[in-house]
């Protein structure tokens, strides 16, 4: 569900059916209730969503007293692997 969730935010030109065959369903119906049951979204209404939406930004300070931004992100970004 995972790689499901990446494509619907990072790769938007791809149909849900698309994307659905490529994470093993052949059944769009199944793949829709399993993502709803493990996002609680159905896969329209996360594939509407901003991408930052599922990120996080926080400050930290350093040893030095220097703020540090870090940035984690909840959703990896599977086209930076299939690059």
Same mark, same amino acid.
């Given at each position: 569900?995972?790689k499901?969730?990446?494509?619907l935010?990072y790769?938007?030109?791809r149909?849900? %059916?698309?994307? @659905?065959e @490529?994470?093993?369903f052949n059944?769009? @119906?199944?793949f829709?209730k399993t993502f709803?049951r493990f996002?609680g979204? %159905?896969?329209?209404?996360?594939?509407n969503e901003s991408?930052?939406?599922y990120?996080?930004?926080c400050?930290?300070n350093?040893?030095?007293n220097?703020?540090?931004?870090?940035?984690?992100?909840?959703?990896y !970004? @599977? !086209?930076?692997?299939?690059?």
């Amino acid at each position: 569900m995972e790689k499901a969730a990446s494509f619907l935010l990072y790769q938007k030109q791809r149909t849900i %059916t698309e994307i @659905s065959e @490529s994470v093993g369903f052949n059944d769009i @119906s199944s793949f829709c209730k399993t993502f709803k049951r493990f996002y609680g979204f %159905t896969p329209i209404q996360f594939k509407n969503e901003s991408p930052q939406k599922y990120s996080e930004i926080c400050n930290t300070n350093d040893n030095i007293n220097k703020i540090q931004i870090s940035f984690k992100q909840y959703i990896y !970004n @599977s !086209n930076n692997a299939l690059n």
